[in-house]
């Protein structure tokens, strides 16, 4: 049996291993492996992909996260206002710099976070609101961001599955006042390891940013304050570049994909298809339906030879890392009631349409013989 993966990277790799293999060589007889040419060329490139003035490459999401924070001023005990259903380093980033996630519930025809949540969640200890452009499509900042304007607060974005989306307000990483982006190898721009990046129109938070992953430090062994070693590595900068130039197409190829799946499994009764938001260009980071008895779905494709996922099995504020903050069951449904039923078929740039119809297929087999067995 042919099995189908739930993603890719090797045909990726592929596609980029002789430009890669070139551009290393020549760094390691330069001894040139952290910041210098490699790297300051991707930040260029990339802050002219997103149609920003700055970016500064780290050396991960989660960093990015914290640095983007931590460059607006944030501090112990300020809240910042996010999606419950989102990866945890959204919140991680927060707490690993004192500052307190508040959880909101999201919108249940895309899963982002609800704008008519973040109002009723601001109080005077409120600092930040973070979005997060999820699954491959952006949040809805051009409500959000008047609601920041509104109360003095500050958008941080976390495009960590966005790159290359756009919606109403603009590109993904540069409508708030700052992003950050994930570069994990699984993303629609993803390295060969881990790597990530801060993105901003603003110069003082990009040298802030840039002085706080170098330990504090503009000039070497003066340390202006207490950073972080978050600096992005010259071989993935590499990687990068290369997987850059090749972004927009793999793109439209997940646009593609999500087409065709759309086509395959329109008819397939319980099943609930994702939805697009008006004004967005979805990159289709994942694809995520929806069905009842999602864990004996999973499991029917599993042994069908499907690769699936769950994104994610348990909302934040529900985790055992996050109970202290007296969060209940129940306080964010729609949040919650994904959890149970969402799935994420096999979504990458060299999904065939042969991969496609056999995952129709199985997943078709599934749900009707869950529907089936719900009716006995």
């Not at 890669?20 to 992909?49: S, T």
């Not at 994909?257 to 979805?282: F, I, K, S, T, W």
Request: glycine share 8%; aromatic share 6%; proline share 5%.
């Amino acid at each position: 049996m042919n099995n189908v993966p739930f993603l890719d990277l090797a045909a990726q790799q592929a596609e980029v291993a002789d430009e890669v293999l070139a551009r290393w060589k020549q760094q390691l007889g330069a001894a040139a492996f952290v910041g210098g040419p490699e790297v300051n060329a991707f930040e260029q490139e990339y802050a002219a992909y997103i149609g920003v003035r700055h970016v500064v490459g780290v050396s991960n999401g989660t960093d990015a996260l914290e640095l983007a924070y931590r460059a607006v001023g944030v501090q112990p005990g300020d809240e910042i206002i996010m999606p419950a259903n989102t990866f945890i380093a959204t919140a991680e980033a927060a707490s690993r710099i004192g500052a307190v996630p508040v959880f909101v519930d999201v919108d249940d025809e895309y899963l982002l976070i609800d704008p008519a949540a973040i109002e009723d969640a601001i109080t005077e200890r409120t600092r930040v609101i973070a979005p997060v452009h999820l699954f491959g499509q952006t949040a809805p900042l051009e409500q959000i961001v008047p609601i920041a304007e509104r109360h003095g607060l500050t958008v941080v974005e976390d495009a960590a599955q966005s790159q290359g989306a756009s919606g109403p307000a603009g590109r993904a990483g540069s409508i708030g006042r700052v992003a950050a982006t994930s570069f994990y190898p699984g993303k629609n721009l993803g390295a060969a390891g881990d790597a990530g990046a801060v993105m901003t129109d603003d110069a003082e938070i990009a040298a802030t940013v840039r002085n706080l992953g170098g330990h504090g430090s503009s000039v070497k062994y003066v340390h202006d304050r207490v950073g972080m070693n978050a600096r992005l590595d010259a071989v993935q900068a590499t990687v990068l570049r290369a997987k850059l130039r090749r972004l927009d197409a793999w793109n439209a190829a997940r646009r593609v994909a999500a087409d065709h799946y759309a086509q395959l499994l329109a008819d397939v009764d319980g099943l609930r298809l994702p939805a697009v938001r008006a004004g967005n260009e979805d990159v289709w980071h994942l694809y995520v339906v929806r069905t009842a008895e999602r864990d004996r779905v999973m499991a029917e494709l599993g042994a069908a030879g499907i690769g699936v996922g769950i994104h994610y099995p348990t909302p934040v504020h529900l985790t055992e890392a996050y109970r202290s903050l007296g969060y209940r069951d129940g306080q964010f449904p729609v949040a919650e009631a994904a959890a149970d039923s969402i799935l994420s078929l096999p979504m990458f740039p060299h999904l065939t349409d042969e991969q496609q119809e056999r995952v129709a297929s199985a997943v078709r087999a599934a749900v009707v013989g869950v529907r089936d067995l719900a009716l006995r």
